[in-house]
């Protein structure tokens, strides 16, 4: 049997060929070209360190022919993959699984349901992506918002509209399969390896209609513009839910509704629902000419043919009163979008298309709020966000225009001609200083200039767009650790990013996959219900 090797560490550069890269391999394993059956791909990472020409960093998997002799040293690998089997619980349930939301973590908890016979009943408020497209768009032209079908609430939840990157702090086996399934319903193929993986909201959005399609032909079933609005608990334990069309039993029920459904967040503490308080991070945008950035990351190859839109990572100096500006969610090629689904409010957010040709570059500058900060009560932070989006959409016009700041007039108290940028609704000349909380002000003023020192021109060439309120959930839906439960109410599986249980879309499925493992080991399949 062929067996296969991983090597790590292949440095190249950018321009190279693929010749290159396989001689590249050959050198460092010692085989043959008569040798190897094939070599694919397992990670490319980008490398712009020590100002010299940008290049590629590979591992790659080598397969070579049965019988040829393996140096010591070189990492063999397993001639098969440890496959996982599936062990379906014994207590019986009368209705199928009911999922909230059709974020990453709903979607990929009910593609799992799904796919081992649980049929589950998928409930989402907004639209499917095709008339949500439409109503965003609407939004564009009319400064009318929806408040259930916008840049934040419809099929796909917020994550079809944002920086599009598949990457996440979290390890588990289950990110290669969740990247898997994506490029089986359309991702392209280098989400698989190119690290940090990026998709793009355009594309993304086709996968989820992919998604949407296998889960019916499992037997899943989807109810669009279906807004729950209460709980139906009996005896601690879930027995339905209420929503603006009737009333649907359920004995299990996914919660995953994400971060910015505020009315959901409501109706739980009206229900008794144990919610906690939790640290979150909140800021502004800050807006660059893309060409700027890639001149600063690439040097003179900047615009070289092979070259991405180049991105970046800082950090600023920390403080006695912990608080640190760094940046988050940078979005080269992309666009700052008002990332709120509150009408009335304005949250900014960053969000790119997978050819990443805006023009533009965007990052968000934040810092943690703690919980000991906000007011003895579990919806704090959710109240304190929104008293600063009420403010910054009072301070621009009152029609999502953008309060928005030159980074040096910041520095300097003043305001100046703004420069264009890529947020739709337009941007006003405001001081951000006006609605944003001091702590943050403080530690943005010692934060830009340590960026500027490793960015010479970041001030300079830089537009402040604020605020970005939402880069994470301030409430916690606490949960048993095992069980995945509720605390408080029997058969409630909260997860994702609006259970405070994960942070972006790769660790919002891979929540929802955890739920629906938990459940599928827990409760025997009710076959085809219908409610």
């Not at 399969?177 to 993986?197: F, N, T």
């Not at 009315?263 to 660059?288: N, W, Y």
């Amino acid at each position: 049997m062929p067996n296969k090797v991983r090597i790590y560490q292949i440095a190249l550069p950018f321009d190279h060929d693929e010749k290159a890269l396989q001689k590249k391999a050959l050198e460092k394993t010692g085989f043959s070209q008569s040798d190897i059956i094939g070599i694919s791909i397992v990670k490319r990472s980008m490398d712009t360190r020590f100002h010299k020409k940008p290049g590629f960093i590979y591992c790659l998997d080598i397969e070579v022919k049965e019988g040829v002799r393996i140096q010591d040293g070189l990492e063999i690998l397993p001639q098969s993959q440890p496959h996982e089997d599936i062990v379906y619980g014994s207590s019986r349930i009368s209705h199928r699984p009911v999922v909230v939301g059709t974020g990453p973590g709903g979607l990929f908890a009910a593609y799992w349901l799904a796919q081992n016979g649980y049929s589950p009943l998928i409930l989402e408020q907004g639209q499917e992506i095709g008339k949500r497209k439409q109503a965003i768009e609407n939004f564009h032209n009319t400064r009318i918002m929806s408040p259930t079908s916008n840049y934040v609430f419809g099929e796909g939840g917020a994550g079809s509209y944002s920086d599009g990157k598949l990457n996440t702090g979290v390890t588990s086996g289950y990110i290669a399969q969740i990247l898997k399934i994506m490029v089986d319903c359309g991702a392209p193929h280098e989400i698989l390896y190119v690290s940090p993986p990026h998709i793009g909201s355009d594309r993304l959005r086709a996968v989820i209609i992919q998604l949407r399609k296998r889960i019916i032909e499992w037997g899943g079933e989807f109810r669009f513009e279906t807004k729950v609005t209460n709980l139906i608990v009996h005896s601690g334990k879930i027995a339905g839910v209420v929503t603006d069309k009737g009333e649907i039993p359920a004995d299990l029920l996914v919660l995953a509704t994400g971060s910015h459904d505020q009315d959901t967040f409501a109706m739980l503490s009206s229900c008794g629902i144990f919610m906690e308080k939790k640290p979150f991070q909140m800021g502004v945008r800050i807006e660059h000419p893309q060409e700027f950035i890639d001149k600063k990351q690439y040097g003179k190859y900047s615009g070289c043919a092979g070259l991405p839109p180049a991105n970046y990572r800082l950090v600023g100096p920390e403080s006695k009163e912990r608080c640190q500006v760094c940046t988050f969610c940078m979005c080269p090629g992309g666009e700052v979008m008002a990332g709120t689904g509150t009408p009335g409010f304005l949250s900014t957010n960053g969000m790119s298309n997978y050819r990443r040709d805006s023009g533009f570059a965007n990052a968000a500058l934040i810092t943690t709020f703690f919980p000991e900060e906000m007011e003895d009560n579990p919806l704090a932070g959710l109240f304190y966000r929104q008293k600063i989006e009420k403010a910054a959409f009072l301070a621009g016009k009152g029609d999502y225009t953008a309060p928005a700041q030159n980074a040096g007039d910041f520095i300097s108290d003043r305001l100046g001609a703004l420069p264009a940028t890529s947020y739709r609704f337009q941007v006003k000349p405001v001081r951000i200083s006006s609605f944003m909380p001091e702590k943050f002000l403080v530690a943005l003023k010692k934060a830009l200039p340590s960026f500027e020192e490793k960015m010479p021109g970041f001030i300079s060439s830089g537009l402040l767009i604020a605020p970005e309120t939402r880069a994470s959930c301030p409430i916690k839906i606490t949960r048993d650790k095992d069980s995945m439960q509720s605390l408080s109410c029997q058969n409630l599986y909260p997860v994702g990013e609006g259970a405070g249980y994960a942070g972006g879309i790769i660790s919002a499925a891979l929540d929802g996959i955890k739920a629906a493992k938990v459940i599928i080991s827990t409760f025997s399949r009710p076959g085809m219900l219908k409610d």
